[in-house]
Structure formats: structure tokens, C-alpha cells
């Protein structure tokens, strides 16, 4: 017959091996840490195609790393941009008046701040853009200040197209992505054709 102690002593080894082992029937457990951070992550992921946009959440709302023009690879960090939209509708305000369109386009503003990224050539792009954007404004406005200063209709029409063709140049090669239309709870992305193609389809 076993002994008191030698029993005692398989009876401590057989309930700490129950104790170490791992129970299969138990639900997995994640670290609190962990199943935050994979919270984020989807949150993160969370953009789709609608027709011809690109559709996300205005709360947190980042693109992939990849270029939002071609798909390419991102050449450094992602790009954060505010954006902004108003009713198409506003725009014809300017017939009657700017004060009009102004305050109209104020108090019907929507804003989302979006993080997306860009290759080297579309970020080379979208510089060289805004600096002709910017460059035409300055040299427009300054030309029609000299040549409305001098009475000169000449310098003053030179003036109006180096202004306009800043702005209409400068503004296509910047363009990289346009807000469709902004709500409190999504923003809609006019992207590269590329970049739309790679997006999945919403999955409700």
C-alpha cells in the first residue's frame, strides 16, 4: 500500500500540472493592451469605393500607405491635408455677389482632416504646383498694381492672365485628391483611378 506522504505528494504534482496546463474548452484571452490596439488598426483600415470616391470616417480618417494618384509606393511619411466642401450650389451665389457666397460657403463648410500618402513623382508634382499656384497669384497681383497704377489697360490685362493661368495651372498639377462631399460622419475622395481600383468594395 502507498503511504500517506507519497499520496499526498502525487496528489500536489497531479494539481499542479491541472493548474499549468491550458484549459481547451476556455475562450482565448487577449491582453488589454493588445485588443486596443487591434481596435485602432480596423479603424485605421476603415475606407471603401463608392461609385467614383473613395469613402471614409472623418473621425481618424487614414488611407493606406500608398499613393492616392497612381498606387504606388509613398516616398516618406503620409501627407495630412484638411479638407474642405460646400454645396455645389453655393458656387452660383458669386452671379449675385461675393458677401453673399462667402457667408453662405461659411456657415455650410464641412472639414475632415485626412492622412494619405504620395509617391516621389506626385509629391515633386504637387510642390512644383503650388509653388506656380502661389508664384502666378503674387506676380499676377503685382503686375496689375503696376499697370493699374500707370492707367496701362495693356499691363493690367498681362496681369489678369498671369494671375488666372497661375491659379488654373497650379491648381491641376497640385491635385492629388478633392473632396466629394463632406457630412459629420464621412468624407467622400476624389482619387487616382489606380488608387480607386485597389479600394474594396463596403462590407456591411
Known amino acids: 500500500m502507498m503511504s500517506a506522504s507519497r499520496q499526498s505528494h502525487l496528489s500536489r504534482t497531479l494539481r499542479r500540472r ?11 484571452v487577449v491582453p488589454h493592451g493588445e485588443r486596443r490596439r487591434s481596435k485602432k488598426g480596423q479603424r485605421e483600415q476603415r475606407y471603401w469605393r463608392e461609385g467614383d470616391a473613395v469613402c471614409l470616417p472623418v473621425v481618424n480618417a487614414r488611407l493606406p500607405k500608398r499613393c492616392v494618384v497612381c498606387n504606388g509606393p509613398i516616398a516618406g511619411d503620409r501627407v495630412s491635408r484638411l479638407f474642405q466642401w460646400h454645396p455645389r450650389w453655393i458656387t452660383l451665389l458669386i452671379l449675385v455677389g461675393w458677401i453673399p457666397y462667402i457667408i453662405a460657403a461659411a456657415l455650410t463648410r464641412k472639414t475632415a482632416r485626412v492622412e494619405h500618402g504620395l509617391c516621389a513623382e506626385h509629391t ?81
Open 18 to 28: 491541472m493548474e499549468n496546463e491550458p484549459n481547451p474548452y476556455a475562450p482565448p
Open 124 to 204: 515633386a508634382r504637387r510642390k512644383n504646383g503650388l509653388i506656380l499656384l502661389w508664384g502666378g497669384l503674387g506676380a499676377g497681383l503685382v503686375v496689375l498694381i503696376i499697370g493699374g497704377s500707370g492707367h496701362a489697360v495693356a499691363t493690367m490685362a498681362l496681369g489678369f492672365v498671369i494671375l488666372l493661368g497661375g491659379l488654373i495651372a497650379g491648381g491641376i498639377m497640385s491635385r492629388t485628391a478633392t473632396p466629394k462631399k463632406i457630412d459629420t460622419t464621412f468624407i467622400w475622395l476624389k482619387v487616382g483611378q489606380p488608387f480607386l481600383d485597389s479600394c474594396p468594395e463596403r462590407d456591411d
